[in-house]
């Protein structure tokens, strides 16, 4: 059983930072791409960030490309990612997820090629 438990929500104004954490358990860490989502109140969810198994490769929506960095660090079994020059339209649950496939080279960043997932923790950015 995989767990994925996500922290560093919280509320922000514009033009503020956060750095969220997800630690990762129940599965080799180190062989699995993962990826940041987020979704709105009344939208779908959608792709933030990815970074590939090695953390060689990452993938930015270009709506936080400049903004957004996401890093992991396979010894401790986290995935990170910073957020700065945050907007209110950035305001969501953001979730992390575990890729389905192991050792793949790329990021993937559409939700069904995730297979588990965190609770979610909410990021408001206030105007």
């Known amino acids: 059983q995989v767990q994925l438990v996500e922290s560093g929500g919280g509320l922000v104004q514009a033009g503020g930072s956060l750095r969220l954490s997800c630690a990762a358990s129940g599965r080799t860490f180190s062989s699995y791409a993962m990826g940041w989502f987020r979704q709105a109140p009344g939208k779908e969810r959608e792709f933030v960030a990815g970074i590939n198994w090695s953390g060689g490769t990452t993938s930015y929506a270009d709506s936080v490309k400049g903004r957004f960095t996401i890093s992991r660090d396979n010894a401790k079994n986290t995935v990170n990612l910073q957020m700065n020059s945050l907007k209110p339209e950035d305001t969501a649950v953001y979730y992390c997820?575990?890729?389905?496939?192991?050792?793949?080279?790329?990021?993937?960043?559409?939700?069904?090629?995730?297979?588990?997932w965190g609770q979610g923790t909410q990021v408001t950015v206030s105007s």
């Open positions: 997820a575990a890729d389905r496939i192991p050792w793949r080279p790329v990021v993937k960043g559409i939700a069904g090629e995730y297979d588990y």
